[in-house]
């Protein structure tokens, strides 16, 4: 019986979890790197709120989910969508940053780009 237990817990666990592993819609701020042929592009959540993406409003599903899993860029168009893609192709590293206004830590992704290349994300 107690093994039954463990078993239905731990499925009550693994499922509450997925429920909130959404994507948070995100946004690009490109760091410039004086004297290097490369600059650096930090993605955060577009919100404070932690807003997520809504698939049901995206039928063509035009959206690129960055390095760590937590956030997505949604695009209106393939180009725009096809650009990123290319741009953002050298990942450096996902990682969280706790603050004292937030309950949830606040994931941020980390990408090298060549020197000059437009970042859009819509």
Known sequence: MLKYFSICAALVVLSTGA??????EAVLKK???PGAG???????PKSQTGATI???KSPDALIVRL???ELALAFYG???MLKAIDTLQL????FHVESEDRKLPEPVALYVVPKGATLTSQ
Do not use: H, K, P
């Open 19 to 24: 429920v909130n592993a959404q994507q948070q």
């Open 54 to 56: 809504d698939y049901g």
């Open 91 to 94: 990942s450096v590293c996902a």
């Open 31 to 33: 760091l410039e790197v």
């Open 67 to 69: 390095i760590g899993g």
């Open 78 to 80: 393939e180009d725009a």
């Open 38 to 44: 490369f600059d650096i592009v930090i993605a955060t």
